[in-house]
């Protein structure tokens, strides 16, 4: 198993920046990608952001050039920088893990934290 523990999320205005941080521990030789997924009230969970261990990198078209995702591999942490947010920013942020286990596929989910962008 692998466990995801986040943090960083907060209140800011828009045009503000934040940085969220997501550590992973357990199985984490077996993890293959790490990302950012969010869901505002009301609205479905939606994929953000995701880096692979290769350093891939792929972003939703609404916050490409506005975040960047990056990894510590010395600590097993993911960042997201959030930089020039807008009020439609505002989510639970969730921190995931794609990777395999004895051959099946799995997908763990940290507990989410939650940003505000106020206008």
């Known amino acids: 198993q692998v466990q995801l523990v986040e943090s960083g999320g907060g209140s800011v205005q828009a045009g503000g920046s934040l940085r969220l941080s997501c550590t992973a521990s357990g199985s984490i030789l077996s993890i293959k990608a790490m990302g950012w997924s969010r869901q505002a009230p009301g609205k479905q969970r939606e994929l953000v952001a995701v880096?692979?261990?290769?350093?891939?990198?792929n972003y939703k078209d609404s916050v490409k050039g506005r975040f960047t995702i990056s990894r510590d591999n010395a600590k097993n942490t993911v960042y997201l920088q959030m930089n020039s947010l807008k009020p439609e920013d505002t989510a639970i942020y969730y921190c995931y893990a794609d990777g395999t286990s004895y051959g099946s596929p799995y997908r763990y989910w940290g507990q989410g934290t939650q940003v505000t962008v106020s206008s």
């Open positions: 880096i692979t261990t290769a350093g891939i990198t």
